[in-house]
């Protein structure tokens, strides 16, 4: 925890589970060059304690905006299907 307060300009979110009484789940979202990003997720990783660990990536917002107009009969990349409205404050070009 003290690494992610360290960069926490890189941390988008952080989830933490009580599992039981002496183990827990910790989720962190982090945002910024890749390299850092997977030299920080290493640390974490190598910190005592920690049982397993893995790092994920996925692409920005403009990968996904662009996979998703390249496809087929694609929606219009403001719609969401998951049951609740949106307000974008952002502008697509």
């Known amino acids: 925890i003290d690494k992610q307060h360290h960069h926490h300009e890189w941390v988008v979110s952080s989830l933490h589970i009580h599992l039981g009484e002496r183990h827990c789940l910790e989720v962190t979202i982090l ?3 890749a390299a850092s990003i997977k030299k920080l997720g290493e ?13 994920t990536f996925t692409s920005g917002e403009s ?3 662009k996979w998703s107009t390249d496809q087929p009969d ?8 998951h049951g609740h409205p949106h307000s974008h404050s952002h502008e697509h070009k």
């Not at 640390?43 to 790092?55: N, P, W």
């Not at 694609?74 to 299907?81: A, E, M």
């Open 74 to 81: 694609s929606p219009d990349p403001h719609s969401h299907t």
């Open 63 to 65: 990968a996904f905006n």
């Open 31 to 33: 945002r910024g060059p």
């Open 43 to 55: 640390e974490l990783i190598a910190t005592r304690g920690v049982l397993h660990g893995e790092i």
